[in-house]
């Protein structure tokens, strides 16, 4: 980014970068990684840099809890494999939107930390926020990708086939099925678009396309921003999640109506209170116009799962070949034919040339020792893998740092890929149905010399899940959690027995607030460091 280490002017650059944090822990963190940046001069200088905490109760900011590689320090620090230093989503978000403000009437711009919008416009065209109220992008999509997104209903004139198209939105759909999306006019039919075939590859065969335009962020201008401060401020207490997407977007436009107010489906945390607010805020913004910028030539990526994050890093998608990025980003790992698959993925990690890399798995921030080997479609993150250890396909490993008493210590967590970590029971009788691994949960205590107590979860005793599961160990040494962990996986997939009684274990809950944020960022910059020397040391041979 040209603009990283430079002083802006006003009106060039942001006034302001704000950043979500959900507790007092996250803020930290992430504040110590803004004052890294700078300090380095990764970022553009002479703007206000600000992370926002939640106050306790219901949560703006989330934990990741479907990519848990970056729950300890962020989705909006997820490392890319490109840039010398990698660039972080940080830095890619504001090289993407570093045209915006130049174009844009005072307001807010406000976006997710885990997706990438990509788009090509006429070389003299320019994206424009100076409407009043809000104004999105929209991107077009096929329906599928809609049931999991917002999806605009536009004004009923014709769609161009236009680059970039200025329109006004009748109403807009939050997460609808594909019989909602239909029902409400909000989809678009292509004329003769060629068609996929069986291997991915477009045929000559042409047919007519159905797609939506679906979002990805949006802006609010100066006097609705006011008018929704006011509104906060009159609230005693906010006692409910509030959601900008669906709450905010789905009051505008002439169509809205106040029906969405009562449907709580794809709510995270449902609160008595929120109903009462999402009425009045329907109040509060009916009548406010919502504008689309159309970009016709554009692309929305979403890298917000384990499954996405693999599957964008290490295969030949459409992002991997727009945005450049690599198979060994700013790492160490001697080149062998026989070693390391094209599509596995190293960023800012130092490797012996004896490893093992195989197909579509991802090294990030991470040690491996000689005769390592990872299996495919695996994810290792902050971990330090001493010698002849190997680790089986489809598993996810991820190092934190803790403070406990004063001292230092490691847990790794080891989960399947597939895990879901949001999933939960209410009764202990029914932590059967939890799964780690593919296998019961239960079936894994067993294994572990583990008993089924109020005692084996952290937190909230009627939300039970692998996320507040205590079942992780700590251990004195980085490379000695995660050797721990491998062998509690081991255990569960050879159905033998490896007992944890006895060791003190933390849930990933807890091991999300013990974090040690400093010891963390130390590792990965002794890596940077060796990695730099290394390159300079390369350069002076030559």
């Known amino acids: 980014m040209e603009s990283a280490g430079k002083v802006t002017q006003t009106g060039e650059f942001w006034d302001v970068v704000v950043i979500t944090a959900a507790d007092k822990k996250q803020e930290l963190a992430y504040q110590q990684q803004l004052s890294e940046k700078l300090k380095r001069k990764e970022l553009p200088l002479g703007v206000h840099y600000h992370v926002f905490v939640d106050p306790p109760g219901p949560k703006i900011g989330g934990y990741s809890q479907r ?31 570093i045209d915006f403000p130049t174009h844009m009437n005072p307001g807010i711009l406000i976006t997710c ?24 992008l929209a991107h077009p999509s ?46 678009c039919i292509r004329r003769n678009c060629s068609q996929p075939n069986s291997s991915g590859e477009h045929s000559d065969l042409k047919m007519d396309c159905e797609y939506v335009y679906t979002d990805s962020l949006f802006y609010i201008d100066h006097n609705v921003a006011k008018q929704l401060l006011t509104f906060f ?7 409910c999640e509030i959601d900008a997407y669906g709450d905010f977007l789905q ?28 009425q009045k805020l329907f109040s509060l913004l009916k009548g406010t116009s919502l504008n689309v910028i159309v970009l016709n030539n554009s692309r929305f990526y979403h890298i917000g799962t384990t499954q996405e994050y693999l599957f964008h890093f290490t295969s030949d998608s459409k992002l991997k070949l727009e945005l450049g990025l690599l198979s060994k980003a700013f790492s160490i790992f001697p080149d062998k034919a026989e070693n390391s698959d094209i599509s596995a993925c190293i960023i800012q990690s130092i490797l012996d040339s004896s490893c093992v890399i195989a197909p579509a798995s991802v090294i990030e921030y991470s040690r491996l020792g000689p005769d390592v080997s990872v299996g495919t479609n695996s994810i290792i993150s902050g971990c330090c893998i001493s010698a002849n250890t190997d680790v089986p396909p489809n598993s996810f490993v991820s190092s934190l740092s803790i403070r406990v008493n004063g001292k230092v210590m490691y847990v790794s967590m080891v989960l399947g890929v597939e895990d879901n970590l949001k999933k939960n029971v209410k009764l202990l009788s029914d932590v059967h149905s939890l799964q780690i691994f593919g296998i019961s949960l239960l079936q894994c205590l067993e294994l572990w010399d583990l008993r089924v107590s109020d005692q084996l979860f952290s937190g909230d005793q ?26 509690m996986l081991n255990a569960v997939q ?22 040690d944020v400093e010891d963390m960022l130390k590792f990965r910059q002794q890596i940077y460091e060796e990695i730099t020397l290394q390159r300079h040391k390369e350069k002076s041979d030559l």
């Not at 009923?156 to 594909?178: D, G, M, Q, T, V």
């Not at 009051?251 to 999402?278: C, F, M, W």
Request: some cysteine; hydrophobic content about 40%; aromatic content about 10%.
């Open 233 to 239: 401020k009159q609230l005693d207490t906010l006692c």
């Open 251 to 278: 009051a505008l436009g002439p169509g809205a109506t106040h029906d969405y107010t009562k449907i709580t489906d794809n709510v995270t945390k449902e609160g008595s209170q929120l109903t009462e607010i999402r």
């Open 67 to 97: 990519l848990p590689n970056t729950s300890a320090l962020g989705k909006i620090f997820t490392a890319l494999p490109f840039g010398d230093p990698i660039y972080q989503m940080l830095e890619l978000k504001l090289a993407m939107y």
């Open 142 to 187: 096929d329906l599928t990708i809609g049931t999991t997104h917002g999806v605009f209903v536009l004004d009923s004139s014709a769609l161009s086939e236009k680059e970039l198209e200025y329109r006004s939105c009748h109403h807009f759909l939050h997460k609808p099925n594909i019989e909602k999306m239909h029902q409400s006019g909000a989809v």
């Open 113 to 136: 930390a885990d997706d990438i919008e990509l788009y090509s416009i006429g070389a003299t065209e320019v994206i424009k926020f100076d409407k009043p109220g809000f104004t999105a």
């Open 494 to 515: 050879n159905k033998s027995a490896f007992k944890l009684n006895g060791w003190k274990l933390l849930s990933i809950e807890e091991m999300l607030f013990y974090k």
């Open 462 to 487: 009627t939300s039970l899940g692998l996320w507040t599961a205590r079942i992780f160990p700590v251990c004195s040494t980085l490379s000695g959690s995660v050797r721990m962990s491998l062998k």
